[in-house]
């Protein structure tokens, strides 16, 4: 997939720095705590979209997809929220552009588009001649366009032009900002990979039960989350 941001997210955090002091227990707030916030934040999204560069904030994109054969095409960015415009070419002067009831969303967190009537995308390889012709291994047109709006915010719009929902309220999950602050405040004070038990301020947390593994409480907040493409 080829992707490219039109609106981005205007959050760089998605806990709040109150919350996080909450949680360690400190009276006072520190650049430390801001930046702990901040790679919390990164990691999480990094964890979730199983991809370096991922982000799970609220933005507009414009991406191009290669059909695959299916009924479905599916969109980089999740939770799908809505599409804007929807071609079957890059090349817009040229392109058939499909109305809203042309299309629906069928699964918006896995990012699944379908066609209402039911009919499929062709699969988009690129085809080379030789004795017969055949398709170009792992060489595919990306002809599908789609414009949509896709992830969560914490803090509530003000503004909402710029983007194709209205919504002004905090979409982010609980355990996600949950997980984000877990994870700021261990990397905060330092706190190891992997842990058999996790305190910060008056939480504490113990999974020795679990036998010789140790089980990470901000991978276990993320997991039904984490995409697995």
């Known amino acids: 997939m080829s992707l490219a941001v039109c609106t981005s997210s205007t959050e760089t955090q998605l806990a709040k720095l109150g919350d996080l002091m909450t949680l360690l227990g400190a009276t006072a707030s520190s650049s430390g705590m801001d930046l702990a916030l901040t790679q919390g934040t990164s990691w999480v999204e990094r964890y979730i ?56 969303i069928e699964n918006a967190d896995a990012g699944f588009v379908e066609f209402t009537n039911d009919s499929g995308f062709d699969w988009d390889a690129v085809w080379q001649q030789g004795i017969t012709m055949y398709p170009k291994p792992g060489a ?79 991978v276990a907040l993320l997991a039904p989350y984490r995409r697995l493409d």
């Open 49 to 104: 979209t199983n991809s370096p560069s991922g982000t799970i904030r609220r933005e507009v994109v414009l991406e191009t997809l290669a059909g695959s054969g299916s009924q479905r095409l599916m969109a980089g960015r999740t939770p799908l929220l809505a599409i804007q415009r929807f071609f079957d070419s890059t090349a817009t002067c040229s392109a058939t552009e499909y109305c809203s009831t042309d299309y629906r």
């Open 140 to 218: 595919v047109t990306k002809r599908w366009m789609l414009v949509y709006e896709a992830g969560w915010q914490l803090t509530p719009s003000t503004s909402t032009s710029e983007y194709v929902t209205t919504s002004t309220q905090r979409t982010l999950p609980d355990d996600i900002e949950r997980a984000v602050l877990l994870k700021a405040a261990a990397l905060y004070e330092n706190a190891p990979e992997g842990l058999s038990s996790f305190s910060v301020g008056p939480l504490r947390a113990d999974f020795s039960n679990f036998g010789s593994q140790t089980l990470d409480p901000v």
